[in-house]
């Protein structure tokens, strides 16, 4: 279906110029294209939350335009579907972090030039990103994190196909090197020691920024490398363990 922009009433396949030209700023980024992307992340922000609090499944449409103060025509426009929507919640998360992780991991590679990479730099390129992301603008953002535990709490197969589309490359590539690095440790143990530390990963991230869940002569030193480092220092001696 063909949805028109509800801030320019332009048909989103026309060219931008069009569009830019139907606001009287040929040549120039509309002030309706603006509004309009800030609508898309609200609804974006607003879903995240809603999904987070009570579930994917128990959150309509319409609590979402409600909370955000959009119109039904607004999601039809910028997602189309619910199901849209909530892949468009995750990806926005996700494909960064993922990215990221690959560029990283990329970085392993070369350094290792042909030689087992280094264990440390392998979980490091893992962590970083979403340590990074989460500690991004001096705050630490728990809410996709809460999303996350919901879906794992309340399993939902069509999130978890979205999820895995996203990583499950990068991280068959993390298993693969990790291999080269750890010859000795078998298939089980090595996925069981993976799954511990994205397990460590996520708690962390999770309740690290919650009020009262870190002692406050703890928290004044937390920021993205110290937890990178100690992360990176923990996960390492689990995955060395009886190898």
């Known amino acids: 279906m063909n949805h028109t922009d509800p801030q320019t009433n332009i048909p989103p396949g026309k060219p931008r110029a069009t569009r830019n030209a139907a606001a009287g700023k040929q ?26 609090e009570r579930g994917v499944a128990a959150t309509s449409v319409r609590d979402i335009t409600g909370a955000a103060g959009a119109n039904l025509g607004a999601i039809n426009y910028h ?34 030039g042909g030689e087992p ?7 490091e390129a893992m962590i970083r990103p979403s340590i990074e992301k989460s500690f991004a603008a001096g705050r630490r953002d728990t809410a996709f994190m809460r999303l996350v535990g919901r879906c794992y709490g309340e399993p939902n197969p069509e999130v978890e196909r979205r999820i895995r589309t996203h990583v499950e490359k990068v ?17 089980e143990e090595m996925y069981w020691r993976i799954r511990f530390m994205v397990g460590a990963l996520h708690h962390t991230l999770l309740t690290s920024g919650r009020e009262g869940s870190v002692p406050p002569e703890l928290r004044k030193g937390l920021d993205a490398e110290t937890l990178i480092r100690r992360m990176v220092a923990y996960a390492a001696a689990g995955m060395k363990e009886g190898s």
């Not at 579907?81 to 590679?109: G, N």
């Not at 990479?117 to 979980?123: A, F, K, Q, R, Y």
């Open 27 to 52: 040549g120039k980024a509309a002030p309706g294209a603006a509004h309009s992307a800030d609508t898309r992340e609200n609804i974006l922000d607003t879903a995240e939350r809603l999904f987070a």
């Open 79 to 112: 997602f189309g579907t619910k199901q849209d929507l909530v892949a468009a919640v995750f990806s926005r998360r996700i494909f960064p972090v993922v990215e990221r992780q690959m560029a990283l991991l990329d970085e392993v590679e070369r350094k290792a």
């Open 117 to 123: 990479p280094v264990l440390e730099s392998l979980i």
């Open 171 to 187: 991280w068959m590539r993390f298993a693969t090197m990790l291999a080269r690095s750890l010859p000795d440790l078998s298939h």
